[in-house]
């Protein structure tokens, strides 16, 4: 069974672009979380998506959005890119409707705002 | 509010020998707690959780954790460590308000096993 995959893995912007991140989540989870990592704050909960809904967002700012395909495929878009949003940006997927908190995580996508 | 904290930044251990990773929560109600491990340029690999039952969790590559609750601990811990379990460690609580799969997380310990 193929891992949570993030697309790209690396990539650099300059700061007032956008960037648009991929998620493919393990087949059959339907459940997709994405979580900011930073050496300065760790890892942070950025949103979470079930059945193509956003069930519970982080505390971050309205540029950081995110969104659920049918397939269960989530990206998440941030604008206006600052030089703080460099970070590892994580998709972690669960099977279940019923949070477990067993996440199965992407290798991250790594953004490099300049 | 919930949160984990992990007091140690980084642990040395001499390979062979028993490794403990601290961590102490802070939660309301009952606690539901989790290690996950992240290799280098690599995303977090779960590696046990804690949500009822018996205090003695036990996870994946032989590691298990102890949960205890009059000191609001789970420590993360192997009898004998190889250089390859040497990683960055989280502890992790989940976020019990929400329900959903938002999880709280330490700021990591790195543990390096010296051969």
Redesign the interface.
């Known amino acids: 069974k193929a891992g949570?995959t993030q697309t790209p893995r690396y990539l650099i912007k300059t700061r007032g672009q956008q960037v648009t991140l991929s998620c493919s989540p393990i087949s059959g989870h339907r459940?997709v979380?994405w979580?900011q990592q930073t050496p300065g704050q760790?890892?942070?909960?950025l949103f979470?998506y079930?059945s193509e809904t956003q069930?519970?967002k982080?505390n971050f700012p309205g540029r950081f959005s995110g969104r659920q395909f049918s397939n269960s495929r989530s990206e998440m878009n941030v604008s206006t890119l600052e030089l703080g949003d460099s970070a590892l940006y994580?998709c972690?997927s669960?099977p279940a409707a019923?949070?477990?908190?067993?996440?199965?995580?992407?290798?991250?996508s790594r953004l490099t705002v300049l | 509010a919930q949160s984990v904290a992990q007091p140690e930044d980084q642990v040395n251990v001499a390979e062979g020998n028993p490794l403990t990773v601290k961590c102490t929560y802070s939660v309301s109600g009952n606690p539901y707690l989790f290690w996950y491990v992240q290799y280098p340029n690599r995303g977090l690999q779960f590696l046990l959780k804690y949500i009822t039952g018996d205090n003695l969790v036990k996870g994946s590559y032989g590691f298990e954790a102890e949960f205890n609750k009059s000191q609001t601990s789970f420590h993360l811990k192997k009898p004998s460590a190889l250089v390859s379990d040497s990683a960055l460690y989280f502890c992790a609580v989940r976020d019990h308000q929400t329900g959903a799969n938002n999880l709280f997380f330490g700021t990591g310990t790195r543990l390096t096993v010296i051969p």
């Open positions: 949570v459940s979380s979580y760790g890892l942070q909960f979470e079930f069930r519970n982080g994580l972690a669960s019923e949070n477990t908190g067993e996440l199965f995580f992407g290798e991250g």
